[in-house]
């Protein structure tokens, strides 16, 4: 009895999760443009989507965005889990809890202070200050993500690299860094999703020329019931269900030697 | 280049304290520039003479902070803890059956976990708008209500407190399960066994043992579904047109339409107080929880 | 009492407990013993009932009983878990208490009941009742999950593994207690274990396990002096194996005759009969060495010559190889003599012996 219920709830779980996004693939290959019926099957808005040129420049803006900013949060994240995944002093542990504070800050806050900050040392807002928000708010989860790779690696390695006569730098080039890679590249792939999907804080940060993909989404959406935006919505799912999919495949433990 | 090599090698590994603090130094400052410094602003511009065309003047005004405490806004506060607190719940109720269904099953449980894992990764955004579909006059499940005659006319569901609550509620299910199922992984199946041995049936064991052993799981979720579904603005913005508006939504108008960037910096104050007072209360929750307790 | 009658259980149509027949007696020690993977484990958990054999397979009864079908708490049985299983957020109070609130006991009572458990474990009720399960030592914990299981005075206590993640010292302390507690509680007590010397120490009678079957049951005197298998000799304790052919039996002592033409004599259980090609296990300890090539007679003798002495603190083991290129290992009396005081030293002549009883003839 008490597990028919706990299947009943968890299918209608699956189904609040999935058939919205269902219906969106249904209405963005119906020819009906109100979506309100089934009048046949058409390529149509997939076509217009091509020539749709404020699109193809956001997209290309979102991409810039997306991997600079993950360069920069994996880069400086790495770093810092370095320190922090190492140690557990008492100021380590500090500067952790820390780190949950820009975690759990409200998007929209994070994105007025930056706003503020802009507007106050006055920077236009424009590419970079995109650029810097993004950088900034995957920051902490780069850092999280990596720690918990280093945490999880088996240290005598490294010791007995240093044992077998490399030095540090050598050790860490040719021990460290390749056993940490699943984890920096799990980090950047956190990141650049972050990146790609952020609407709130790229709202308050971007400039007039600098919508992301989810900005001109958000605009179109707000606008009209256009189903262009539906094949739009439809490409990004089928996206990131193929990226998840060639993510799976390649983080595989056989693949990454997970010693944890 | 040989010998800069060694000398930072030495400098670096000599003191181990200062080999950290190079390594945390750039992803500090950058926190320090671009989070700590500007919500530090955020707080002083709370107390500023506001700007017409956005921004403020020189000078200190307390008037932002007494308007928080207008009804109007009060209301608003009130309705944005209570929609976030039921979603929460909600999402509560249906995340963990997904989490059990998922951690009992064997052939289908990696099939199971992508479909949760799935939405986790897809734009929030795109996600929202997608239950427009499902809920609209002409979606579908008005077209089955009336199909089987349930009603006649559309059921009014789109742009109203419920949409709201619909979309928070499936917007952040993912973010509640993975924590849930993480701490369900861990449970050890002997703890289940021993119960049973001891004389609990199966809702007795959850009782007993499942449930207070996940609520680590349960609290984590709970605060990553509760910390954005209070400062959201997307969903009540797509789903509840312009009627159901909540405190992000009074905190985006002042920084976009309205131009009252102090007022909004208040309200971001007093939004930040209230994520501030659920954190520390899960933090004194952990405490107790964890605290050895000796004698009796 | 308990009684298992050809149970069976299959995984992946694997039988992983094979047409397992036993009966344990009111208040025994009975042990089941063998190597992981043997059945041992599947084995109480069908007592316990987190497992049920397979339709037709079998029965399982408890005074008298058929238990199949009925949940773990409905039977009279208390568990001890492989690693305590006890539960992390409760403390000593509340886990030994857990299944007394199932059954809705007064409160006062259950407080009554829960601090004669403690006491009869050994452990202070006032400084061990607060106290969390990670607050307390291995043999602490141990003492507890006990207590939780005795407290329900069950008639029959299961014991997984129990000693397994003590360390040797207090593992050997526990032996002792485990077994005194079973002789005044007087309660059945069945344990599941891999280790031989545990199995030897407590119990009143041993089920060696092995492939999903029972190989040999019988009291640990028995089964180390007879053991009936190859797989229980060289299980419990070492045994030098030798292989031969049987050619004649009288009073249990049967004759056999090696490839080299000599002929032993070795005690013979009753399945085996004249022709049949057998191996004979002779303990180590029941081997004499003498110097040189001797005949004694009534005893068995082979020649060969010391290979290795091995000092092993208690003992000290000879390995000596004999004419057909094949190592024994010989358990020499220990009185006190350093290994270089020995009579004999690596690369000796010497003379392997053992008395006829000694030798046991295996079922193949």
């Known amino acids: ?260 | 280049m040989t010998r800069f090599r060694t000398m930072l090698r030495d400098a670096l590994h000599r003191s181990p304290r200062f080999e950290a603090v190079v390594l945390l130094l750039p992803a500090g400052v950058w926190l320090a520039i671009f989070f700590a410094i500007p919500l530090g602003i955020v707080a002083t511009y709370a107390f500023r003479p506001r700007h017409i065309l956005g921004g403020v003047y020189p000078g200190w005004t307390t008037v932002h902070v007494v308007r928080l405490v207008e009804p109007l806004y009060l209301v608003v506060l009130q309705r944005s803890v209570l929609l976030s607190l039921v979603a929460t719940l909600l999402a509560l109720i249906v995340s963990y059956p997904i989490a059990l269904v998922i951690v009992r099953a064997t052939r289908w449980r990696a099939l199971l976990l992508f479909l949760v894992v799935l939405p986790f990764w897809t734009s929030f955004l795109v996600r929202t708008y997608a239950t427009i579909f499902l809920i609209r006059d002409t979606g579908l499940i008005n077209h089955l209500l009336q199909a089987v005659g349930v009603i006649r006319q559309p059921l009014r569901m789109l742009y109203t407190p419920g949409a709201v609550l619909f979309g928070l509620v499936t917007g952040f299910v993912p973010f509640m399960v993975l924590p849930i199922y993480a701490s369900l992984e861990k449970l050890d199946p002997a703890l289940l066994e021993a119960a049973e041995a001891l004389g609990a049936p199966e809702w007795r064991r959850f009782v007993r043992v499942t449930w207070p052993l996940t609520l680590p799981g349960v609290v984590a979720g709970s605060m990553l579904v509760f910390v954005p579904a209070l400062g959201s603005f997307l969903t009540s913005d797509l789903l509840g047109g312009a009627k159901v508006e909540l405190i992000g939504n009074l905190v985006q108008n002042q920084f976009t339409s309205a131009r009252n960037w102090p007022f909004g910096s208040a309200l971001s104050l007093l939004l930040l107080v209230v994520v501030m007072i659920g954190m520390l209360a899960r933090l004194r929750l952990d405490r107790t929880r964890t605290r050895p307790r000796r004698g009796t | 009492m308990l009684a298992l009658d050809r149970v069976t259980r299959c995984f992946n149509g694997v039988p992983a407990v094979d047409q397992v027949s036993f009966d344990v007696a009111s208040g025994e020690f009975f042990s089941l013993l063998g190597p992981s993977g043997c059945g041992k484990t599947t084995t109480l958990r069908l007592i316990a009932g987190f497992d049920d054999p397979e339709r037709d397979g079998g029965s399982i009864r408890m005074f008298g009983d058929v238990v199949i079908g009925k949940r773990p708490y409905q039977r009279p049985i208390g568990m001890v878990f492989q690693n305590y299983a006890l539960f992390p957020h409760l403390n000593v109070a509340d886990n030994i208490a857990f299944g007394l609130e199932e059954r809705r006991i007064a409160r006062r009572e259950i407080r009554r009941r829960v601090d004669s458990a403690l006491e009869l474990m050994r452990l202070d009720p006032a400084t061990y009742s607060a106290r969390r399960p990670a607050e307390l030592s291995g043999g602490q914990r141990q003492r507890v999950a006990l207590a939780r299981a005795l407290v329900l005075e069950p008639r029959i206590l299961l014991l997984d593994e129990p000693l397994a993640a003590l360390d040797p010292q207090l593992r050997k302390q526990m032996r002792l207690e485990l077994r005194q507690l079973n002789r005044t509680l007087g309660i059945t007590f069945l344990l599941v274990t891999h280790d031989q010397e545990e199995a030897l120490v407590m119990s009143d009678r041993i089920a060696v396990m092995s492939a999903g079957r029972v190989v040999q049951i019988g009291a640990p005197g028995e089964i180390y002096r007879r053991p009936r298998t190859a797989i229980v000799a060289e299980f419990i304790g070492e045994a030098n194996i030798f292989q031969g052919t049987v050619v004649a039996i009288a009073d249990g002592i049967a004759t056999v005759t090696q490839s080299d033409g000599s002929h032993w004599r070795a005690a013979v259980p009753p399945a085996v009969t004249a022709g049949d090609r057998v191996d004979i296990a002779v303990r180590p300890e029941w081997h004499e060495l003498a110097s040189g090539h001797t005949e004694v007679p009534g005893t068995n003798a082979l020649p060969g010559h010391v290979r290795e002495i091995i000092f092993l603190g208690e003992s000290v083991h000879a390995i000596v190889t004999l004419r057909d290129g094949r190592d024994a290992r010989v358990a020499l009396r220990h009185t006190g003599a350093m290994p270089g005081t020995l009579p004999w030293r690596v690369g000796d002549p010497v003379t392997l012996l053992w008395h006829m009883y000694d030798a046991q003839v295996l079922e193949q």
Request: aromatic residues 6%; positive net charge.
């Open chain 1, 1 to 260: 009895m008490t597990r028919r219920i706990v299947a009943v709830l968890a299918i209608l779980g699956y189904v609040s999760l999935h058939l919205p996004l269902l219906l969106l693939m249904l209405g963005s290959v119906n020819v009906s443009r109100s979506g309100a019926r089934w009048d046949g099957f058409t390529l149509e808005w997939y076509r217009r989507l091509l020539h749709r040129h404020d699109l193809l420049v956001a997209l290309r803006t979102s991409l810039i965005v997306g991997v600079v900013a993950t360069i920069v949060a994996t880069g400086l994240g790495t770093l810092a889990a370095l320190a922090l995944g190492r140690n557990r002093w008492r100021i380590t542990r500090a500067v952790e809890a820390l780190l949950l504070v820009p975690i759990v800050t409200p998007e929209v806050i994070a994105g007025i202070s930056l706003l503020i900050l802009f507007s106050a040392v006055g920077m236009h807002l424009g590419l970079l200050t995109v650029i810097i928000a993004h950088a900034t708010f995957c920051l902490p989860f780069t850092i999280l993500v990596v720690m918990a790779r280093l945490r999880g690696m088996d240290r005598s390695l490294e010791d007995a690299a240093l044992a077998l006569g490399a030095d540090e730098f050598t050790t860490f080039r040719r021990v460290t860094v390749p056993l940490l890679m699943p984890g920096i590249i799990a980090a950047a792939l956190l990141a650049f999703t972050l990146s790609f999907d952020d609407f709130i804080i790229t709202f308050f940060t971007a400039g007039p020329g600098t919508s992301t993909l989810p900005l001109v989404i958000y605009g179109m959406v707000r606008r009209t019931v256009e189903p262009t935006v539906n094949a739009l919505s439809a490409l990004l799912v089928i996206g990131t269900t193929v990226l998840l999919l060639v993510a799976q495949h390649w983080m595989t433990p056989e693949r990454v030697g997970t010693n944890a």
